[in-house]
Structures are given as C-alpha cells and as structure tokens.
C-alpha cells in the first residue's frame, strides 16, 4: 500500500457528516506571509445566521479565525462550517486534521 501525502493550500467551507468532533493539529505552520494576515488561518462559522441581526452583534460572533502556531490542537463540533483560508507562505505546512465518530 503507498503512502498517500496530500498538498493542499486551502479548502472551502465544508461540515463533516457522520462525525461528532474534528480537529486539527499543527506540527509545523510553515513561513508567514506578511503581506496576507490571514493565510492559512481556520475560520469556523456560527450555524446560528440569525446572530448577525441581533442587537448584541459585539457579543455574538459569526465567525471565529484560528491563526495556527506549531503544537496547538483545535477541535470543534463536525457540524460547524468551516474553512482553511488559502495558504500563501514560501515553507511547507503540516497539519494533522482528524474525525471523531
């Protein structure tokens, strides 16, 4: 069986069916662009698109931005939409990302 090793820079927003819990872990974030603040970052969605239009806006995020570093693990709820912004560094990340049924 060969060793399948996936380079991906970015991907959409997506949810994981079947799932309970996902996560990711960082081993290594690569280099940072420091013309693009974002790149690479995870974005995870409020489901709640009704939040946006109540008066506590400051208090009730639509979304919510992970900037990576080397050994943070995140885990959140496989339904909560999410996304990796594309990733514009020069270095190669590693990332670990998994599902718990």
Known sequence: MGQ????????????????????????DTGSEDKTNPYSGTLALFNPNTAASMSFYRSAIS????????????????SYLLHMLQPYTGSRPRISVTFDVK
Do not use: C, D, K, N
């Open 4 to 27: 399948h090793i996936q380079h991906q820079r970015f991907h959409r927003s997506h949810v994981h069916p079947g799932a309970t819990w996902s996560g990711a872990y960082y081993v």
């Open 62 to 77: 639509t979304s919510y931005i992970v900037h990576s570093e080397p050994g943070l693990m995140v885990i959140w709820p």
